[in-house]
């Protein structure tokens, strides 16, 4: 009896298919890679303001950061909020660098376009004073229900107690 050695080569073979990003997922990627540039106060009251302020009143997280994306490039155009004592060039050059970096990084996707809108410009604190979470909103209406409650549980006890008082 003879043994043949056969050698059995595997070829290693790709599955079909491919890799997509919804606009949501750049939309949040370009939210958070700009969320520490010098200069930019925020998105269209949007992404940027739900980041720093953690929940803002905004029906959409992401208004402001509008994407186009293709099977390997991203275009992102933003409408921001300025800070006023920045300069505008100086803002754009830093949204390119950390936006281009952060898409790369997390995607393998290139920014091949990024066009910024200076909607407003504002002082910090300014800007600040603009912003209503929907935190706060809900603690204000927590607090005036509370506050309705007391008065009502107050004048409750007043009239229980003067019935009290008639009784005896």
Known sequence: MTTENKTVT???VA????????????QKIVG???ENVSGLLG?????????????????????????????????????????????????Y??????VAKEIEEAT???????NVEVIDIETKSEFEKSQVTVQDR?????????DKATAGIDKVKSVTDSDDARVQ
């Not at 994306?69 to 991203?74: H, N, R, W």
Request: hydrophobic content about 40%.
């Open 10 to 12: 595997q070829e290693t």
């Open 15 to 26: 599955p079909k298919g491919q890799l997509t990003f919804d606009d949501k997922v750049i």
């Open 32 to 34: 958070y890679a700009i």
């Open 43 to 91: 998105v269209d009251g949007g992404f940027v303001a739900n980041i720093k302020n953690k929940i803002v009143n905004s029906d959409n997280p992401t208004d402001g950061i509008n994407v186009e994306v293709g099977k390997e490039q991203v275009a992102v155009d933003l409408n921001i909020v300025m800070e006023f004592g920045h300069n505008a060039h100086d803002v």
């Open 93 to 98: 050059k830093e949204l390119s660098k950390v």
């Open 108 to 114: 393998s996707l290139t920014l091949v376009e990024l």
């Open 138 to 146: 809900v603690t204000d209406a927590g607090k005036s229900v509370q």
